[in-house]
């Protein structure tokens, strides 16, 4: 399958989750309890990673293809939000009672994070001067997520092998 035949399947899988979030009037107060009853744990050492980017105010911009309003939760419940946090993701939209009522576009999937303009203006306030990247995904689209990105001079790319580990090895 092309690369455009996938894009057009992941933006209409997206697509088809969040109305299905927004038909079943989900409320961010959901989001909180799921985010609380999973089991979910950051790889060892990654508390000490956030203090100290955050102590040398170095960016920690990450870009998922996931729910931003729970990947943000999973932060929040692991006191690990900081200034220098910057999530850019697809969003529900809530209402004054915190019912999902929209989601965000454009959708952010595995191979454009990092890609449309409305991501790169996001993350610029956060990039300027800096050309050093430290790039870190799981998917096979995320090795290029920097490649937008302007004055990035230097990416040392990280990937986490998370499922399907034979098969992810030979590519």
């Known amino acids: 399958m092309s690369l ?3 894009t057009q399947h992941m933006v209409k899988w997206w697509e088809g989750n969040h109305n299905l979030m927004i038909g079943e009037r989900i409320k961010r107060s959901q989001l909180k309890e799921m985010v609380a009853n999973a089991n979910i744990q950051f790889r060892d050492k990654c508390e000490v990673l956030f203090s100290e980017l955050d102590s040398f105010n170095i960016p920690l911009l990450v870009f998922s293809a996931g729910l931003g309003d729970t990947l943000l939760e999973v932060f929040r ?4 939000v900081r200034p220098n946090l910057h999530v850019v993701s697809n969003r529900l939209v809530f209402d004054e009672a915190g019912v999902a009522v929209s989601h965000s576009h454009p ?16 993350v610029e306030s956060f990039i300027v001067g800096r050309s050093n990247i430290i790039l870190a995904g ?24 998370n499922h399907d580990v034979s098969s992810s090895l030979a590519t």
Do not use: C, R, W
């Open 4 to 6: 455009e035949e996938k």
């Open 77 to 80: 419940q692991f006191s690990a």
């Open 107 to 122: 959708f952010v999937h595995s191979y454009n994070k990092g890609k449309s303009p409305e991501q790169l203006a996001a």
């Open 138 to 161: 799981d998917s096979q689209g995320d090795p290029k997520m920097a490649d937008s990105l302007p004055h990035t001079h230097h990416v040392l790319k990280i990937g986490f092998l």
